[in-house]
């Protein structure tokens, strides 16, 4: 790394939820974590890869090309089996204007193929840019399965459906500490933040 630019890293997200448990994981190090919204970037660029890790690649780069420090970006989402992997990289963009939408649609198609329970799994696939060449790459999982019915307050995003066996319940009802210790983003991120103490990938 350029030493005008080893003290920042640039995280390219606009999700508060998301920007809030990746500047936990990466706490302590010597690195001013920044929000890509500071810098103005402008419109976010299509997400047109057929894979998380695709997907997360082309947003580093993008963003990288825009400001003079480390960028990273993540492309994360749900693997239902029963559903043939969806809504996957589309998680984001899933049927349904809202979650609860999402998780009405998930449960009627689910119920419909006889697959209420089906083995699940997140996926977080993170990317880190200089300039216009990607220097870390990563890819964080847990398994679980499908939850009978939505549970929990806490989390975001598909938690309140997902539940993990280990703990007895979804990731929405657990804390946010505890989500993170297991959770695939908080394993993709541990391994950037041993590449950003180290400077070689985990």
Do not use: W
Request: hydrophobic share 40%; net charge neutral.
């Amino acid at each position: 790394m350029h030493a005008q630019t080893a003290r920042t890293v640039v995280v390219a997200t606009t999700n508060s939820h998301k920007l809030a448990e990746i500047t936990r994981i990466l706490d302590g190090l010597e690195y001013a974590v920044r929000p890509m919204i500071a810098y103005s970037p402008g419109p976010a660029p299509e997400e047109t890869g057929q894979t998380f890790a695709g997907n997360a690649r082309l947003k580093a780069l993008h963003y990288a090309r825009l400001v003079p420090h480390l960028t990273v970006a993540d492309d994360s989402g749900l693997e239902i089996e029963g559903l043939d992997g969806e809504p996957g990289v589309h998680s984001a963009r899933f049927n349904g204007a809202t979650y609860r939408e999402k998780f009405d649609i998930i449960y009627s198609r689910l119920r419909a193929r006889g697959a209420l329970a089906s083995p699940a799994r997140f996926v977080c696939a993170v990317a880190a840019a200089e300039g216009d060449r990607i220097v870390f790459e990563a890819t964080g999982t847990i398994e679980g399965r499908v939850a009978e019915m939505p549970a929990g307050d806490g989390g975001f995003g598909y938690d309140p459906i997902f539940f993990y066996p280990p703990y007895g319940c979804t990731l929405a009802e657990v804390s946010t500490d505890r989500k993170a210790t297991v959770s695939h983003r908080g394993r993709a991120f541990r391994k950037l933040r041993v590449f950003l103490e180290s400077g070689t990938t985990p």
